[in-house]
């Protein structure tokens, strides 16, 4: 009587399943070993993108040039104004300010930096510039400088209203015009 168990030998299904357990070892490593690396990548990821966020809120790197709302996010840029002195930054706000009186289709008649102003608190710049625009444009530009970036704020506006509109081109009116916003040194 022969035993296959008494005899050393060991059954023919025996291979077969160390083989299977073998490999199902392995597929559970890799497995485990995918996941983890999944999950580095996945908070490498994050803690990228955290900095980029903390970079563009501190203003050291303008934001992605992407098209504001196509995100979901708000207007794109540094929130203060930008330049390696105050008067680079002063003359950046009076570009800034020239451009929007531009794009409603006004013209700046004259304009004055207050780069020192204890007015708007230390750290800020502001320009007072008289221009002329056409009525309906007023909202436009308001809109242009308060919503944009760099963050603009309107200190004073005030309005003179055309005397006449006798002609076929609607009166322009005139308004002295002052904005500021924060600089920041050694950005």
């Given at each position: 009587m022969s035993n296959d168990h008494s005899s050393g030998r060991k059954p023919s299904w025996f291979p077969a399943v160390a083989t299977i357990g073998y490999g199902?070892?392995?597929?559970?490593?890799?497995?485990?070993?995918?996941?983890?690396?999944?999950?580095?990548?996945?908070r490498r990821a994050a803690v990228a993108a955290a900095a980029d966020v903390l970079d563009q809120l501190q203003g050291r790197r303008p934001a992605a040039s992407t098209v504001a709302g196509a995100t979901g996010g708000g207007p794109i840029g540094s929130p203060f104004l930008e330049g390696p002195t105050v008067t680079v930054?002063?003359?950046?706000?009076?570009?800034?300010?020239?451009t929007a009186v531009n794009r409603v289709g006004g013209n700046v008649l004259s304009s004055h930096v207050e780069l020192q102003g204890a007015q708007f608190g230390v750290g800020y710049i502001g320009v007072t510039a008289s221009?002329?625009?056409?009525?309906?444009?007023?909202?436009?530009?308001?809109?242009?400088?308060?919503?944009?970036?760099?963050?603009?704020?309107?200190?004073?506006?005030v309005a003179h209203a055309p005397l006449s509109s006798a002609g076929p081109q609607p009166e322009r009116m005139r308004l002295l015009l002052t904005v500021y916003g924060q600089w920041q040194s050694g950005r």
């Open positions: 199902a070892l392995v597929a559970v490593l890799v497995y485990l070993a995918a996941g983890a690396i999944a999950d580095i990548l996945g930054a002063g003359a950046a706000l009076l570009q800034r300010v020239a221009c002329e625009i056409e009525q309906p444009a007023l909202q436009q530009l308001l809109y242009d400088l308060e919503a944009g970036m760099p963050y603009l704020f309107v200190d004073q506006l």
